[in-house]
Structures are given as structure tokens and as C-alpha cells.
């Protein structure tokens, strides 16, 4: 967390230096997430288990900047957007992750005329998740149980393209690669739990969901304590890779 937040701080001050010549625009940005959650190193499940849909939408919105240095066709984009991203579990229950996430982004465009200029763009991109919703626990003893942490920050790479028409109207497509884990699952099957009651004993289902799994956590590592195995043995990762299709307004 604290390199990620040093890394972002480091992006921003690159802005301040700058030639006499470089112009700034101020404006607003929104438009569609698109995310994509990759699960891999599952054990005695698959993603289709525990996850209705490959992809779920969600939004973005906030205010940008950027710098434009003429002579070189370059650039800086830099911009502070609330987002919206998440997933949609076996259930059909739709899982919100809000955060804020910090772009910084180095352009080359070139223009057409007065009409339009067409850019691409790529840079390093800060995601900070707010909200409480950062854990939570699905499914059943019956069908299975899964619980997700989400890490509380990200940093990941953006590459795009778009065009800015009139100097004011900005569309754009970006995609968002992640660097690192986005978060983590640990997955018990019906017959995995089945197994761990067999070596242990019954699990109490008239705790909460959350209770169950955490129950289920110390009976697996004592029935694998021979074999010196223990839950982050089972853990899988998640990372959310994001198309995003963008509008822009500059004043």
C-alpha cells in the first residue's frame, strides 16, 4: 500500500515539470468497465463453480487533466475516477467493489486539421478500494463455499487510443492490465468439505456463512497437518483485467 501510494505520488509530481510551452486542459470523464476476472490455481473447483459470468459492467466517472507538449505530439493524462467494477457469483448475486483509481498516462497524438486529433496512450494506473465490501463468503455447505478477499490497492498498466474531436469531445477505448493479484479465493467443494467433516467432525451450519468458512479453515489445516498443508496451499488469485470505453469533456 504505502509503495503504490509513493509510486502515484511520484506520477503526479511529474506533471509540475514541465516546458513553458506545454498547454493544459481541464475536464470530466465516464463511461463503461467492462472486467474480465481470470481465476487461476483453483483446486477441487472451477471458475464456472462460483462464477455465473466471465465479465461484468460496471462504470467510472471523476475529473482529468492533461498536457500537451505541441512541437512533440506528446503529452500527460492524469485523472482521479470513482469506478465501479465487481463480479457476479454462482447465486446470481452481483458483488459492487468501488474504488478510486488514478491514471497517469503518456500521449502521442497528431492531428487532422481543426477537427479531430488522434491519440494513443499508456501508462501506469493506481487503484485504491474504499468501501467495506472487500470480503464476503457464497454458496453453501450443500454446494460449496468460497470466499474472496480483495486487496485494498493495485497497480496495473493501461494501453489505448482515442480521438478528440473539436478540441472539447474526447472518445476513447483503454485496456487494463493488471500487475498483480487483484484478489485472492479459497474454494471448499461439496465433496472437500465432506472429506474435512469425515477427518474432523461435523460443521455447525447454524453459524453465518462467514463462521462456516473460517470453521472450515482450521478443520482443513488440521486434517492436513501430517502433510504440513495449510489454506494459503488451496488459495487461488484473481486478476480483473478491464476494458473501458470512455467520453470525455474538456473546458
Known amino acids: 500500500m504505502k509503495k ?13 515539470v514541465t516546458p513553458a510551452e506545454a498547454q493544459f486542459a481541464f475536464g470530466i470523464k465516464g463511461g463503461l468497465n ?3 476476472n481470470d481465476v487461476t490455481g483453483l483446486t ?21 487533466i492533461e498536457m500537451d507538449i505541441p512541437l512533440a505530439g506528446l503529452g500527460f493524462e492524469v485523472a482521479a475516477l470513482y469506478s465501479q ?19 497517469v498516462n503518456l500521449r502521442w497524438g497528431f492531428g487532422l486539421g481543426n477537427l479531430a486529433k488522434i491519440f494513443i496512450a499508456a501508462g501506469p494506473e493506481f487503484d485504491f478500494n474504499i468501501g467495506d465490501n472487500l470480503n ?16 485494498k490497492s493495485a497497480l496495473s498498466v493501461n494501453v489505448g487510443a482515442g480521438v478528440t474531436l473539436l478540441k472539447h469531445l474526447q472518445v476513447g477505448v483503454n485496456y487494463n492490465i493488471p500487475w498483480g493479484n487483484t484478489a485472492e ?37 488440521t486434517a492436513n497437518a501430517s502433510a504440513h498443508k495449510t489454506v494459503d496451499d488451496i488459495t487461488a488469485k ?6 473501458q470505453l470512455s467520453v470525455a469533456y474538456l473546458f
Open 4 to 16: 503504490i501510494t509513493f509510486a502515484a505520488a511520484m506520477a503526479l509530481a511529474l506533471l509540475f
Open 34 to 36: 467492462l472486467v474480465n
Open 44 to 64: 477441487t473447483m472451477t471458475k464456472d463453480d462460483f462464477m455465473n459470468k466471465d465479465t461484468y459492467t460496471g462504470f467510472f466517472v471523476g475529473p482529468k
Open 85 to 103: 467494477k465487481g463480479m457476479t457469483v454462482s447465486t446470481d448475486e452481483s458483488y459492487k467493489l468501488n474504488s478510486v483509481l488514478i491514471p
Open 136 to 151: 464476503f463468503v457464497t454458496g453453501s455447505k450443500e454446494e460449496g463455499i468460497v470466499a474472496y478477499t480483495v486487496n
Open 185 to 221: 479465493v479459497v474454494a471448499f467443494s461439496k465433496n472437500e468439505i465432506q472429506e474435512i467433516e469425515a477427518e474432523t467432525s461435523p460443521v455447525n451450519t447454524s453459524k453465518t456463512l462467514a463462521e462456516q468458512y473460517n470453521e472450515l479453515k482450521t478443520k482443513y489445516e
Open 238 to 243: 484473481v486478476k480483473a483485467g478491464t476494458l
